[in-house]
């Protein structure tokens, strides 16, 4: 069966530590006393602990258990803490033995902690993820739970008066910040990777980075101007009963275009285009350690192969098409609507929506927004798929309730409670790479000589946070030392 835009969509923010598409995680731990991981032969076991539903009201006194791991293999007494923060997936153990973090912890003696976001993964607060139950689900709850296992692991190993320093990628990369900034007097320091900073409805920004990498292959300009050609081709096929069963047969889809609604066709161009956004973010980012699959297709691979059809264009956008349908095993393209929605309705934690995309599409729709919409104007993937198609959504998977004005609402609360582009921070360090599509909404330029930013030039999203490569830029791999340098800093503070 083909997977819908749905799942797929994860891959657009798409927490650097912990989601796997297609993949899943691992059982036990304890801190001083806990044995040392040998990571070549075993991963550190599931922990557990007990967590308030609701940690803005008293009365309800209502717990659930949340997942994490621990490794103490190089902590030694008086050594600082690294917390990993979780994000929307499920929190992967092989983060806790590899990655540029547990190298810094090497370093300078740390134990680490890695905690799984609550509605995701095993983290599971609530019987189900009923739209009533997932009014539990958000960022300021997340963080109250990071400082309650800061609080709590604290007393139980000994490591209160330790300096604790978090760190993140992507949305995790937000937490890390905003959590240095709500809970300045219980983490030290913090380093915010990829990290979008401020919410906002409409990420028509998206496209123009994606655009602007797409330019810096081989190819220059004339991959943009293919896929422009070819988007066009589309748009002219699909207005025909030929054209349509042409459509059906060259790009694989799973359904006729006859009666496609315009959802469909929506859902359809926005996956077409998803085709590219998805790997220009993750651009020869290194995650094929964490069985990540297509690591080895780049936005050369994609523009090398419209390039070779450039007499006709309309067939190399299918073959990129059908490089990303085989990759992921699937054996049709479903861009259907209906089956996407009713995917992200489902509520049982055994369903397919509970890998992670019913929860993150509520967080898009009531705290972040972030929609990557086609509504840019000088960008080559068409305008078949404006924020309204996104803001559409909210209401058929969640209800009437949610339009877009509850949605603006929430942008702003987000917004005035962390302060966007403008929040107040000290020993804070955000990384961001040029070609991550992400930046757009980051940190990019120093705030204060405390808050700085270390900007990537061509790398993707979190890309300084993965293993060391071979092919590591000399950008990147400088990126790496000066996070390093500063973390000495911090801990000599």
């Known amino acids: 069966m083909a997977t819908s835009r749905a799942v797929l969509l994860l891959l657009f923010l798409g927490s650097c530590v912990g989601v796997r598409l297609f993949h899943r995680g691992r059982p036990r731990g304890g801190m001083v006393g806990v044995p040392a991981v040998n990571w070549e032969h075993e991963l550190p076991p599931d922990q557990w602990i007990e967590q308030q539903l609701d940690h803005f009201n008293d009365a309800d006194t209502r717990t659930w258990k949340q997942r994490y791991f621990v490794n103490a293999t190089f902590y030694k007494p008086g050594g600082p803490v690294f ?84 760190f993140g990628g992507s949305y995790p990369g937000s937490l890390s910040a905003w959590f240095r900034l709500k809970y300045p007097h219980l983490v030290h320091a913090a380093v915010a990777t990829s990290a979008p900073m401020f919410a906002l409805l ?142 992200l309705q489902l509520t049982d934690w055994n369903s397919s929506a509970a890998e992670g995309g019913r929860q993150w599409t509520y967080q898009t729709c009531t705290e972040f927004g972030w929609y990557q919409s086609s509504d840019l104007t000088d960008q080559p993937f068409g305008h078949m798929f404006p924020v309204s198609f996104s803001v559409q959504q909210c209401k058929d998977i969640f209800g009437d309730k949610f339009t877009q004005a509850l949605n603006v609402q929430g942008i702003n609360r987000t917004n005035t409670n962390y302060g966007g582009y403008g929040i107040k921070v000290s020993r804070i360090l955000f990384p961001n790479g040029s070609i991550d599509p992400w930046h757009a909404l980051g940190i990019t330029k120093d705030l204060t000589p405390d808050a700085r930013a270390i900007f990537i030039k061509g790398t993707a999203h979190c890309a300084n946070m993965y293993p060391d490569s071979p092919s590591d830029s000399p950008q990147l791999v400088a990126a790496r030392m000066a996070i390093r340098k500063q973390i000495g800093q911090w801990l000599q503070r």
């Open 83 to 166: 917390v990993q923060i979780g994000g929307e997936g499920t929190a992967d153990p092989i983060w806790m033995v590899t990655g540029q973090w547990i190298k810094n912890a090497e370093i300078y003696n740390a134990i680490c902690f890695q905690v799984e976001h609550r509605f995701y993964g095993k983290s599971h607060p609530t019987p189900d993820m009923s739209v009533d139950n997932l009014r539990y689900l958000s960022s300021e709850q997340a963080l109250a739970d990071l400082a309650h296992f800061r609080e709590y692991m604290g007393r139980k190993m000994n490591l209160t008066n330790a300096k604790w320093i978090t």
């Open 202 to 343: 409409n990420f028509k920004d998206y496209l123009s980075v994606v655009r602007d990498a797409l330019d810096t292959t081989a190819t220059g300009t004339m991959c943009n101007k293919l896929i422009g050609v070819a988007v066009d081709a589309v748009s002219q096929a699909i207005k025909t009963d030929q054209g349509k069963k042409m459509m059906k047969e060259k790009f694989r889809l799973c359904d006729n275009l006859d009666g496609a609604s315009p959802n469909d066709i929506a859902n359809l161009f926005s996956t077409l285009a998803g085709n590219f956004e998805g790997v220009v973010q993750y651009n020869k980012d290194n995650r094929a350690f964490e069985g990540a699959v297509g690591t080895n297709i780049t936005i050369d691979t994609l523009c090398g192969l419209m390039a070779a059809q450039r007499a006709d264009p309309l067939t190399g956008f299918s073959m990129v098409n059908s490089l990303i349908l085989d990759t992921y095993k699937q054996p049709c393209l479903d861009f259907s609507y209906k089956n996407m929605i009713k995917e």
